[in-house]
């Protein structure tokens, strides 16, 4: 029940707040994100550095127990890989030029 609750509240924050008319930016930038995932999927699937009980922000799956570091990685490790995502990103979106998809 706890992750059908965070996953419609990140909806509805979605779609309260979000600028629903760059989608046809926003679609490849998620593509590529969901790309990245599959591929650390698999990585902790060969070599474990975190487990989670469950899909949510970390903090909360942290202080609620629902994740578990493994090995070396800990919440400053997470900390900077977020970092690094939303660099990339960013460079995605922009090497890419994805802001013309959104023009009229």
């Not at 650390?40 to 060969?46: S, W």
């Not at 487990?51 to 900077?80: F, V």
């Amino acid at each position: 029940m706890f992750y059908l609750l965070w996953f419609t509240l990140c909806w509805i924050f979605w779609l309260s707040f979000a600028n629903k008319a760059r989608w046809r930016e926003i679609l490849p930038v998620c593509i590529f994100a969901k790309c990245l995932a599959l591929a650390t999927d698999v990585l902790m699937f060969y070599y474990p550095l975190w487990e989670y009980i469950g899909p949510i922000i970390e903090m909360i799956y942290l202080k609620s127990g629902h994740i578990r570091y493994h090995q070396w990685w800990n919440n400053w490790y997470s900390y900077a890989s977020d970092w690094l995502l939303y660099w990339l990103f960013y460079k995605y979106h922009v090497i890419l030029k994805l802001e013309r998809l959104s023009l009229k």
